[in-house]
């Protein structure tokens, strides 16, 4: 069973992936969760300690299977050092909370492998070399694509034809 099946109505981190540039780390996760994201924040450590940054939904999906919500933590400003993800918490609207560690293994994986051998997590910064952004190695278990793309719209209600009385209690179909 592939794992977006198995954990559609669970809240969890299903792939994460971080990109550099110009002194700044984003990382992105796909979140799922049957209600959304709601509250959360990652934690990396360098050469001076740790830094913090909040987790952020601005509207933007993962593809692939279930509802995948895609969240990002930002780190600017960051001195040519090595990197290291320490954590990240994320809590769905529905209050139930999902945690991820460089030893998480993602559901499916069956291998051993976990987000600190399989993913792209820890990093360098240098002003002359920016990163692209991966996800995990799909052998990992992981699953969800940094797309950016906007959840799709809702669509409308359609009001159905009902029948009012007038004023002379008769009826008149209602336009």
Sequence with gaps: MHAATASANS???????VQVDNGTATYYLCFS?????DVGGMVIAGPKGQHRATLSYANRTCSNGGPLYQVTATFPNLPSAQYTCVDAVMQGRDGNLAGLTPG??????GSG????????????VNPDSPTRLHGCSSTSGAYGAFNGSPPPARQPR????RRRSTPTGRHRQRR
């Design 113 to 124: 492998l976990t987000v600190g051998t399989a993913c792209a997590v820890n990093f360098s």
């Design 33 to 37: 969760s049957p209600v959304g994201p």
């Design 104 to 109: 998480y293994a993602f559901m499916g994986n």
């Design 11 to 17: 809240t969890q981190f299903t792939n994460i992936g």
């Design 158 to 161: 359609r009001r159905s034809r």
